[in-house]
């Protein structure tokens, strides 16, 4: 979590560092996945600001979302039940766990 300091907003930082991603071979699953987030525009997806890197790292900036999880939310709203969502998203989850595991630096 980071802090703006004119406007005092908090923001997640995703930072990766540039040796990593060659040593595991994963520069086309950082780029994808920048791509992604630039592009999605979703109330229940985390919104992309911005990106930018210096020599050893790259980082991404985006929307802090802190106080529950998305199934709990979609829950408590009436949108769907827990296991509706559940077993909805559990192929998008599994999907995301492989991506991350590909890109734990």
Avoid: W
């Avoid at 300091?5 to 060659?22: I, M, N, P, S």
């Avoid at 997806?45 to 980082?59: A, G, L, P």
């Avoid at 985006?62 to 192929?91: C, H």
Wanted: glycine share 6%; charged share 30%.
């Amino acid at each position: 979590m980071v802090r703006a300091k004119k406007t005092g907003v908090r923001y997640a930082l995703k930072c990766v560092r540039k040796r990593d991603v060659v040593e595991k071979n994963v520069q086309d699953a950082l780029v994808s996945e920048l791509s992604i987030l630039k592009e999605v525009d979703h109330p229940f997806i985390i919104k992309f600001v911005r990106s930018f890197r210096n020599e050893s790292r790259v980082y991404f900036l985006m929307e802090l979302v802190s106080g529950g999880e998305l199934l709990d939310a979609l829950d408590s709203l009436g949108l769907l039940k827990y296991s509706q969502a559940a077993r909805g998203l559990a192929p998008i989850r599994s999907q995301g766990s492989q991506r991350s595991d590909q890109m734990a630096l």
